[in-house]
């Protein structure tokens, strides 16, 4: 059972190699007017970070997520290389 929990930790890593590569893509491709539709992206999660304050301990959360339409093709693009593989 080891080769498949190696299976999905190479799968998790094809997938966010293809979110940053897809998203290095669509912003280059925001500079060719025929290419605009790769750089729409949409943006979620805390807009200001939540503070925990203990007295004796500071901690900070904040999470946001950036998603334009290159990093899906990216995302699905390393899943298909990766079935190939």
Do not use: H
């Amino acid at each position: 059972m080891a080769t498949r929990d190696k299976n999905i930790w190479v799968l998790l890593v094809f997938i966010l190699a293809g979110l940053v590569i897809g998203g290095l893509i669509g912003k280059l491709a925001s500079n060719v007017p025929s290419l605009w539709w790769l750089c729409y992206e949409q943006q979620f999660g805390l807009s200001e970070p939540i503070t925990l304050d203990l007295a004796v301990l500071n901690i900070t959360f904040g999470l946001m997520f950036k998603i334009n339409v290159s990093s899906i093709i990216g995302m699905l693009l390393a899943v298909f290389i990766y079935r190939k593989v």
